[in-house]
T-cell receptor, first 116, second 114 residues
C-alpha cells in the first residue's frame, strides 16, 4: 500500500465548480509535490513545497491553487477549470533538503479528474 | 538543459523472456541522480532504483538489473525472466542535486504476455 494517500480517487466537475484534491503523508517528509499526468505522457511537475513553503511553481495557471497547511498535508484547490485540465493528478513526497536525503519520490495513486 | 530519452515507446514480450528498457540522459551537472519508476495500471508510480552520478556500479535486485554507463550517458534496465505482473509503464528520471525537479522520460510501456 502507498504511504501517500490521495482523495478523492476520481472527481468529475463542471467548469464553474470549485473542488479540492487532498494529499496526506505520514513519513515525516518535508517536501511535497503536485504532478499532472495526461494519458500516455510522463508526469509534469506543477508545484513543489519544501518545509511548508512553496518553492517551485512551474507557471501553472491560477485556476490551480496549492496549499500546504502542515508538513503532512497538501491540497490542490481547483476553480474554473477547462476540459483540457482533465488528467491524473499525482501527489508525491520526499525527505526534503539536507544531508541524508536520498531523493526518491513517493507517489500516491493519484486523483483522476474529469472536467466537463 | 536536462533531458531524458526513452526511445522505446512500447515493448511486448512473452513471459520468461528477458527484456531491456533503454534510457539515455543529458545533463551539464556533474552531480545528478538517476531513477527508475514503475507505473502499473493503478496509477501510482513505484520507486525501483536510484543511482548517483559518482556510482557506476551495476546493481542487481532479484530479476531486475541496471546498467549505468556515464561514457554513453545511459542507464538501462533489464528484467530477467519477465512475468505478467511486470506489465506496466516504466519511467526513467533524472534529478538535480537538490531533488526539487525530476526530469522524466516519456516512458516505455511493457506488455508481458502469458
Amino acid at each position: 500500500d502507498t504511504e501517500v494517500t490521495q482523495t478523492p480517487k476520481h472527481l468529475v466537475m463542471g467548469m464553474t465548480n470549485k473542488k479540492s484534491l487532498k494529499c496526506e503523508q505520514h513519513m515525516g517528509h518535508r517536501a511535497m509535490y503536485w504532478y499532472k499526468q495526461k494519458a500516455k505522457k510522463p508526469p509534469e511537475l506543477m508545484f513543489v513545497y519544501s518545509y511548508e513553503k512553496l518553492s517551485i511553481n512551474e507557471s501553472v495557471p491560477s485556476r490551480f491553487s496549492p496549499e500546504c497547511p502542515n508538513s503532512s498535508l497538501l491540497n490542490l484547490h481547483l476553480h474554473a477549470l477547462q476540459p483540457e485540465d482533465s488528467a491524473l493528478y499525482l501527489c508525491a513526497s520526499s525527505q526534503g533538503g539536507g544531508a541524508g536525503n536520498t531523493g526518491e519520490l513517493f507517489f500516491g495513486e493519484g486523483s483522476r479528474l474529469t472536467v466537463l | 538543459a536536462q533531458k531524458v530519452t526513452q526511445a522505446q515507446t512500447e515493448i511486448s514480450v512473452v513471459e520468461k523472456e528477458d527484456v531491456t528498457l533503454d534510457c539515455v540522459y543529458e545533463t551539464r551537472d556533474t552531480t545528478y541522480y538517476l531513477f527508475w519508476y514503475k507505473q502499473p495500471p493503478s496509477g501510482e508510480l513505484v520507486f525501483l532504483i536510484r543511482r548517483n552520478s559518482f556510482d557506476e556500479q551495476n546493481e542487481i535486485s532479484g530479476r531486475y538489473s541496471w546498467n549505468f554507463q556515464k561514457s554513453t550517458s545511459s542507464f538501462n534496465f533489464t528484467i530477467t525472466a519477465s512475468q505478467v505482473v511486470d506489465s506496466a509503464v516504466y519511467f526513467c528520471a533524472l534529478s538535480e542535486n537538490n531533488f526539487n525537479k525530476f526530469y522524466f522520460g516519456s516512458g516505455t510501456k511493457l506488455n508481458v504476455k502469458p
